[in-house]
């Protein structure tokens, strides 16, 4: 019995986490390019937590802080992680491959934004609110397996969009925890 309500009170306190390996996010950075800022955490960028996202009226910083730190966050441009390295190039309209790894699982649904900076200058909400990427067949979301690990799945960027800066912008929605879990990764299309 003992046994039992251990593994139970451990089970509650896990949380989901999550980051985007390819492309590689800003925070993962360093498990790629030892020129990059390490960051230990880079799995829980979840929003400052469930509280904080409702203290914040469910507002999180564009690429995973709490939406209430100061600006620049740390995680994007200007921050300590948001460098603006260019970690891949993609051609337009490309479909292309995506890992995101899992280390807990509150199943629930991936999307995914771009922010293209050549047009808007700098992230904002309402760069990453202009263009909202499909799955490969056709799916504004992606619903997450159960399991844990890496979780692959193709996206399809728009034709007729260049840039030799955008931002791919991941939010994992959890759909047992209410918390969100961002990331961002710097790209270029051509």
Same mark, same amino acid.
């Given at each position: @019995? ?16 999550? @980051? ?53 966050? @740390? ?26 790894r ?11 934004? @771009? ?45 007729g ?5 955008c ?24």
């Open positions: @019995m003992f046994k039992f309500v251990l593994v139970l009170c451990f089970l509650v306190a896990v949380h989901g986490h999550g @980051m985007v390996m390819d492309p590689v996010n800003r925070a993962s950075r360093w498990r790629v390019d030892s020129s990059a800022p390490a960051n230990y955490d880079d799995n829980q960028l979840w929003c400052g937590g469930a509280g904080a996202l409702v203290s914040n009226g469910r507002k999180c910083g564009m690429c995973g802080d709490n939406f209430a730190n100061p600006t620049p966050r @740390m995680h994007e441009l200007g921050g300590r992680y948001g460098q603006g390295v260019i970690v891949k190039s993609y051609r337009q309209g490309a479909n292309i491959p995506i890992t995101v899992i280390s807990a699982n509150h199943r629930g649904y991936f999307q995914f934004r @771009m922010c293209n900076l050549d047009r808007y200058g700098s992230e904002s909400d309402a760069c990453y609110d202009n263009i909202l990427l499909l799955t490969s067949t056709g799916e504004d979301r992606h619903p997450i397996a159960s399991h844990l690990g890496n979780h692959e799945l193709v996206l399809r960027l728009p034709s969009v260049t840039c030799k800066h931002v791919l912008q991941w939010t994992y929605y959890a759909a047992n925890t209410g918390e969100n879990y961002r990331t961002c990764s710097d790209i270029s299309i051509n």
